[in-house]
Every structure is written in structure tokens, then in C-alpha cells.
């Protein structure tokens, strides 16, 4: 499953690595958006496959965060 952003957003903080383990309601990530921190929260049970940005990146909505397998 691929975890996308919502909103305009600055990462904040990715709290997962590649190849860990995660449960439902993991908050995976931290997006921040007009000042207001939002937890990125996975919505299945998996392992983290990949990341695809790094604390620091601006992204657009829509764009992929990370994927859950």
C-alpha cells in the first residue's frame, strides 16, 4: 500500500525504517503543514518496503511518502 501526502507538507520526521515491521495505526511519519504537525498513520499491518523522502523534503499533495507491503 502506498502512503501519499494529503496536503501541501514539509517532513518533519520518519519514525520507521526499511524492513520494519508495523501494525495498524503506526504513526509512520510526521508531515508538517501551516505550522500544525500531522502525524502520517498506517492504515494496515505490513513492513515498511520503501521510503521515498527524507526529513527536510517538501512534498505536493498526492505525492508517495513511503510503502507498506
Do not use: H, Q
Not at 520494519?20 to 511519519?29: E, F, H, M, S
Request: charged content about 25%; proline content about 6%; glycine content about 8%.
Amino acid at each position: 500500500m502506498e502512503l501519499k501526502s494529503k496536503m501541501p507538507s514539509k517532513v518533519e520526521a520518519i519514525n520507521v525504517a526499511v524492513g520494519d515491521a508495523i501494525t495498524k495505526g503506526t504513526a509512520v511519519a510526521v508531515l508538517e503543514a501551516m505550522k500544525m504537525k500531522n502525524p502520517l498513520v498506517s492504515p494496515v499491518d505490513g513492513t515498511i518496503k520503501s521510503i521515498a523522502v527524507a526529513v527536510g523534503d517538501r512534498v505536493k499533495p498526492g505525492a508517495l511518502i513511503m510503502v507498506v507491503e
